[in-house]
């Protein structure tokens, strides 16, 4: 698992990051049982895996040493002569390892401590939330990647229509910001878009139409009536309150709360 997620990773992991992504059990509440040490985690893909601390020593980022390793680890291992049926495991397949990283984000953002947490709080360095910024930001690029699947549609219902999913919006929009701004495409410029934030209007000729950053699976709307309901609903939600998300991220959980509810609204 560890090299999955370093390989498939959307950014390089911290240490925290990968500590807690290994502690996951798909379907379950945590548990300190299954948590690494540091140290066991670096012996575990020695010489393959290494600590950068350059950029923090306290919570490292874990990188692999070399390109080359990903992409041998990334290959049919069957075609491969010298490489024995026992070693089959430390490869990676792309749709299961993103299908793993996909459900686990789903699970740790379901966890019961974050129906209500205060993102005020949240530390970088933390051990205890260590995984909540990358999992709220990319868990639906895992599932994208890994393609339509019941069980991971289940998990998608059960995240949007809870109290955790306001929890996963309030970090994704003060650290991940732009997958709430407004995109604007340009007249005569083939896919060319800008990111209009407010106060800052770009000065060029705009087409009339815009759009917005895909934050969910793209398979869900066509799953079924549900799944297009949950997607029409999660757009409707950011092109109305996608420019409030930008300007008072902080204060989301005061007046999401106050406005919508403390579930949801896409409790269909």
């Known amino acids: 698992m560890i090299f999955t997620a370093v390989i498939l990773a959307v950014q390089p ?25 540091r140290a066991v985690i670096l012996s575990a893909c020695s010489p393959f895996v290494e600590a950068d601390y350059e950029a923090d020593f306290a919570n490292p ?40 990283l996909g459900r686990r984000c789903l699970t740790y953002l379901s966890y019961d401590c974050y129906a209500n947490c205060n993102i005020a709080e949240l530390n970088d360095d933390s051990t205890d939330h260590g995984f909540l910024k990358y999992a709220s930001i990319f ?17 998608i219902k059960d995240l949007l229509r809870s109290p955790n999913f306001w929890t996963c919006v309030r970090v994704q929009s003060r650290y991940a910001p732009h997958m709430f701004a407004k995109l604007i495409s340009y007249k005569g410029r083939e896919d060319s878009y800008d990111m209009l934030i407010p106060k800052n209007t770009p000065n060029l000729a705009l087409t009339a ?14 799953f079924d009536d549900q799944g297009d309901h949950l997607n029409w609903g999660y757009h409707m939600f950011v092109r109305e309150w996608g420019e409030v998300l930008l300007r008072y991220p902080d204060k989301i959980q005061t007046y999401f709360t106050k406005v919508l509810g403390p579930r949801s609204f896409w409790n269909v």
């Open 13 to 37: 992991m911290t240490f925290n990051e990968l500590t807690e992504l290994l502690s996951i059990k798909i379907g379950h509440e945590p548990s300190d049982r299954r948590r690494r040490t």
């Open 61 to 100: 980022t874990i990188r692999l040493v070399h390109k080359s390793i990903g992409d041998f680890l990334t290959q049919d291992p069957t075609t491969i002569d010298f490489v024995s049926e026992s070693c089959y495991r430390f490869f990676i397949n792309f749709k299961e390892g993103h299908t793993e």
């Open 139 to 155: 868990w639906y690029h895992h599932i994208q990647e890994a393609g339509t699947s019941q069980d991971s549609y289940e998990e």
């Open 209 to 222: 139409e815009e759009f917005y950053a895909h934050a969910l699976p793209r398979w869900l709307s066509a």
